[in-house]
């Protein structure tokens, strides 16, 4: 794992927290974009090296939406940029973790994603992403 690529944050309303985060960390957010397959829109901030995440859900089934309805809004994950989103899934699955997704699926901002479940990671959802790349 490369470094920490973003730390996604549910939200139960994404503008209002977009308002919010842009006052926080002075800076506007870059990107938002609706993430079907998981039922999410989201909103990205970069300040230096580090990125935000704001998640808000599109469906009261979906993963968001159970996370804040059992926890409230706050840090949902922790994503890692990797190389090799493969290589790093079989290694993972070889150390004994259990992984959300049998192969790696498009996230948002241009990505790759596969989950780690947090039962293995002492409560935190663990994100491994890679670029998409364009040939």
């Known amino acids: 794992m490369n470094k920490i690529e973003h730390i996604g944050i549910a939200v139960k309303d994404l503008n209002r927290s977009i308002a919010v985060y842009q006052k926080l960390l002075n800076t506007d957010c870059y990107k938002t974009e609706q993430v079907a397959s998981e039922s999410v829109n989201t909103a990205f901030f970069k300040t230096g090296e580090n990125k935000i995440e704001l998640l808000q859900a599109t469906a009261p089934d979906s993963a968001i939406a159970k996370f804040i309805e059992k926890k409230g809004e706050g840090i949902h994950h922790i994503a890692f940029l990797v190389d090799d989103i493969l290589a790093e899934m ?29 039962k293995d990671t002492n409560g935190v959802l663990i994100e491994i992403c890679q670029e998409i790349k364009w040939i």
């Open 90 to 118: 079989e290694r993972l699955h070889q150390e004994g973790f259990v992984l959300l997704n049998e192969s790696p699926k498009k996230g948002a901002d241009n990505k790759m994603v596969c989950f780690v479940h947090p």
